[in-house]
């Protein structure tokens, strides 16, 4: 009988995947040599771990969620007779054969929730704490906020006792990544003060303090402290480029948003060119924000629109870039349709929605909008379908003066009051 280490080689060196997984199955299904000496059971452990990640990489290449799910339920049994600290690692190294497979969210969550319970049941509380974060973050990007609110709240009681430094910071930079999402931005806040607190007692590891930068970048942006958070993001971008980090990319397109939330839309074809930011040139991601930046430079409305219908995919999927556009969006419309009706006095509605090219219904509720914020002063005639504009009326200032003048008769009316008393 092939003993495991030429079983492994045989696999390893197969290309028909059916037989290589057979193989690894084999060797799993293959009890310990009972006479064997410490160093082989060793060797044979060794064998058996590494058939166990081959065969999850092998589903990971398949795209079979249930196939990865099923190896980390068959590590389960092998894990009790090796170190706990390794038993984290092989797990974790399991559960990111997911992170390239399409859609298994929802059997990765399945596998975490069993997994958290038998790390429960044999008191591995350490890799508990960090299925348990891998957990929120999932519920985080599934958007099931309030589950992932209780959970953290949980963990952060038992991170406290145990003085966990390092997951207590990735657990309050959820935390933070989730009040975010749920537009609670004072705790989302408060959340990332306390990771960065946690986070100045010990080592930093340069990947956890990207996250930390982009968080703190992000939550200036929703301030409009663009020159703050452009700041923030270069930090991120310099830290995850040096590593090579594909997640790089991100840190650039938000630090690209940032100049053209700052109406300095020239800027984005300099920044391209730094030496850092030249890979990233060509890529899709980047030539969306191009082009949202010569829109943006030209005033142009229709040219904005095609590059939100062009690049669709690289601007709508981040809730970050998406709501910041639709601001710019919005300022954008403003500024056109107070350019059109500038020279008027009165025009109709329907002139003004053919010049920005939008849709009647939605310029009368723009216009309407721009009269209760005080941005022009008019009025919206719909028995005609005109919008009357007047000229910004002078302030009174008599009320203010007459106001003055009664506060100073008072003054004097309680100086001869108060010398009446002495005289008394």
Known sequence: MPSKEELLKEANSSSDPKRAEALYREILASPLSEHASVEEKEAELRHQEAALIKLGELYRDQNNAKGVAEVINLSRGFVSSIAKAKTAKLIRTLLDCFNSIPDSQKIQMDVLHENIEWA???KRIFLKHSL????????????????ALALIETLLTELKRL???MVLTEVHLLESRVYRGIGNLAKAKAALTSART?????YCPPHLQARLDLQSGILHAEDKDYTTAYSYFYETFENLSTQDDPSALGALKYMLLCKVMLNLPED???????????KYAQLR???????????????????FEKALRDYRQELSSDPTIRTHLSALYDTLLEQNLLRIVEPYSVVEIEYVAQQVGQDRQAVELK?????????????????RGCLLIFEE???????GAAIDTLEQVGKVVDSLYAKTVKLA
């Open 120 to 122: 429960k049941r044999e």
């Open 132 to 147: 348990e974060t891998r957990l929120v973050g999932l519920q985080l990007d599934t958007q099931q906020y309030k589950p």
């Open 163 to 165: 003085d966990d430094k």
């Open 198 to 202: 946690a986070a100045n007692s010990i």
């Open 268 to 278: 984005v074809t300099s920044l391209l060119s730094i030496k850092l930011a030249s």
């Open 285 to 303: 991601d980047v030539e969306s924000m191009r082009a949202i930046a010569r829109a943006h430079q030209k005033r142009n409305l229709a040219d």
């Open 367 to 383: 216009l309407s909008q721009m009269i209760l914020d005080k941005v022009f002063h008019g009025v919206l005639d719909q028995g």
């Open 393 to 399: 009326p002078e302030a009174d200032r008599a009320y």
